[in-house]
């Protein structure tokens, strides 16, 4: 059964701040990953997706990833109440569905 | 509207009853799915389908059918609801199964009593 973890948080920040948000995956050979938002009683939308290995930023936004240590995170700079949400990691194997992890809520702090 | 777009929004439902939820997109992308989502177990897929008139089972496709008539359409029917099956039931559509996102429709809230 392939997993995906994340913290189920809450992970509280002040507003302004980093919030740091950590994936785990068990598959070895894990290709894509994804990173969505999801506001309280609404759809999941994506924000970010990562293939290789290292840094990828757009605006406030970083997806990190390290396949060797089978992790992927998501970092937000300058964190604003209106980025309270919860945050779905989602991976997969070419040739396979995705699985997504079942999310961690955040609550940036005004 | 251009889109993918759920209905019923909300159904409530009793047990052994059959019920449809529909799902419609307008941008004829090929990959359509059916995810539930219940607290601590995240997103899970029921089914998807690749195109019209080819679908395929996910992780949890016990008591769930689909069909896909037409690219656009990709409707999951309940055929006897049971009450595990009280759920938020989201249908997303995509051009990839795995190399882009998913666009996903504004779910439906399903309870069965």
């Known amino acids: 059964q392939k997993e995906v973890e994340q913290n189920s948080g809450p992970l509280s920040v002040p507003e302004g701040a980093i919030a740091s948000l950590n994936c785990t995956y068990s598959?070895?050979?894990?290709?894509?990953f994804f990173w969505y938002r999801q506001y309280s009683g609404k759809s999941p939308e994506l924000i970010m997706f990562?293939?290789?290995?290292g840094d990828k930023e757009d605006g406030r936004f970083t997806a990190q990833l390290n396949k060797a240590s089978q992790y992927v995170s998501l970092l937000i700079r300058d964190s604003q109440p209106s980025d309270s949400a919860t945050y779905l990691c989602?991976?997969?194997?070419?040739?396979?569905?995705?699985?997504f992890g079942p999310g961690t809520r955040l609550s940036v702090l005004p | 509207d251009a889109g993918i777009t759920q209905s019923p929004r909300y159904k409530i439902t009793e047990t052994g009853r059959q019920v449809t939820l529909m799902c419609h997109q307008t941008?004829?992308?090929?990959?359509m799915f059916w995810y539930r989502q219940d607290l601590g177990h995240g997103l899970r897929l029921i089914y998807y389908?690749?195109?019209?008139?080819?679908?395929d089972k996910g992780e949890v496709p016990d008591g769930y059918v689909v069909s896909r008539s037409k690219t656009e359409n990709f409707p999951l029917t309940l055929e006897s609801a049971t009450r595990s099956q009280t759920s938020v039931y989201f249908c997303?559509?995509?051009?990839?199964?795995?190399?882009?996102?998913?666009?996903f429709g504004s779910g439906t809230r399903l309870t069965v009593v």
């Open positions: 997303a559509s995509s051009e990839s199964r795995q190399t882009y996102g998913y666009t």
């Open positions: 598959d070895r050979g894990s290709q894509s």
């Open positions: 990562i293939y290789s290995n």
């Open positions: 989602a991976v997969n194997n070419y040739g396979q569905n995705f699985v």
């Open positions: 941008w004829s992308h090929s990959y």
């Open positions: 389908s690749a195109a019209a008139d080819i679908t």
